[in-house]
């Protein structure tokens, strides 16, 4: 029995210790949550006003257009990793614990960050070699294109024709074969264009040549190409090059192929399709 009391006392004394300690560390504790409630609430507005003038100072300066979302960017992210030893310090927890923490902990930090830091340094080195510019039309040649509208420190920002957004990991583009429709001033198009075994050659080509030449967003200086490419299993197909300025390039495709097919159809020039010739005998 008396053992018992011993115990029960000895938890008494330790209840007590642990309430009186809490207590006593309930105005600190109190004090440290509203303290980080605050940081956090203004931590938005902060980094707000700061953007806010980063861009006023850019729009003096005329900086790069994807210069400025890569630093930008780049200044919200150090802008929250602050803000979050500074949460941490006032929690009470040591910068140096933190350290010795990702220290020992370096080579799993490493390898997670990896591709992070793989997708930093293809930034870094797209906005040094410039492969492309604030609202070129790019393409990967694996499906993914669109519109480049802006470039963060691990990814750029596609749109497609369709509004949609692409994200690709700079690393991507970066590391892979990109091609660049809006680099050049003209682009080509390219169409084939086919007519039964009946049409006569120089007759095609004239009717090809004439919609070419009277097309206002045809470049006429340069070479229009109009040329018999392949005999067909049951057509013969042209090849039909013209250039024109890179923005009209969808314009001037889309005006070919409805413009060649009333051609033929004012002229009477069959466009074939698939049929098969049975034999009676």
Not at 214 to 224: A, G, Y
Not at 244 to 265: I, P, R, S
Request: aromatic share 8%; charged share 20%.
């Amino acid at each position: 029995m008396e053992s018992a009391k011993g115990v029960s006392g000895e938890i008494l004394i330790g209840l007590k210790k642990l309430i009186t300690h809490v207590v006593l560390g309930l105005p600190s504790l109190v004090t440290k949550i509203v303290i980080i409630f605050v940081i956090v609430a203004l931590a938005k507005k902060i980094l707000s006003y700061i953007l806010s003038l980063y861009k006023k100072t850019v729009r003096i300066k005329k900086i790069d257009p994807l210069l400025e979302s890569f630093i930008a960017s780049l200044i919200t992210t150090v802008y929250y990793v602050v803000v979050l030893f500074v949460v941490i310090g006032v929690a009470g927890v040591q910068a140096t614990s933190i350290v010795t923490l990702l220290g020992t902990a370096g080579l799993a930090v490493g390898l997670a960050l990896q591709g992070s830091l793989s997708n930093l340094a293809g930034g870094m080195l797209i906005l040094f070699f410039r492969p492309f510019n604030k609202g070129d039309y790019i393409s990967n040649n694996s499906g993914i294109d669109g519109t480049v509208e802006k470039i963060k420190i691990l990814y750029t920002e596609l749109l497609t024709f369709d509004n949609k957004t692409i994200i690709v990991p700079n690393g991507v583009l970066a590391n892979h074969p990109i091609i660049n429709y809006s680099k050049n001033a003209e682009r080509r198009v390219d169409l084939i264009f086919s007519v039964s075994y009946d049409t006569p050659i120089d007759k095609a080509i004239d009717l090809m040549t004439e919609v070419a030449t009277s097309h206002p967003k045809v470049n006429q200086e340069k070479d229009i190409t109009i040329r018999l490419m392949k005999h067909n299993s049951s057509s013969l197909d042209f090849v039909y090059r013209v250039w024109c300025k890179k923005e009209d390039y969808f314009a001037v495709t889309f005006d070919m192929n409805e413009l060649v097919k009333k051609k033929f159809d004012e002229n009477g020039i069959e466009i074939p399709y698939q049929k098969i010739d049975i034999y009676n005998k």
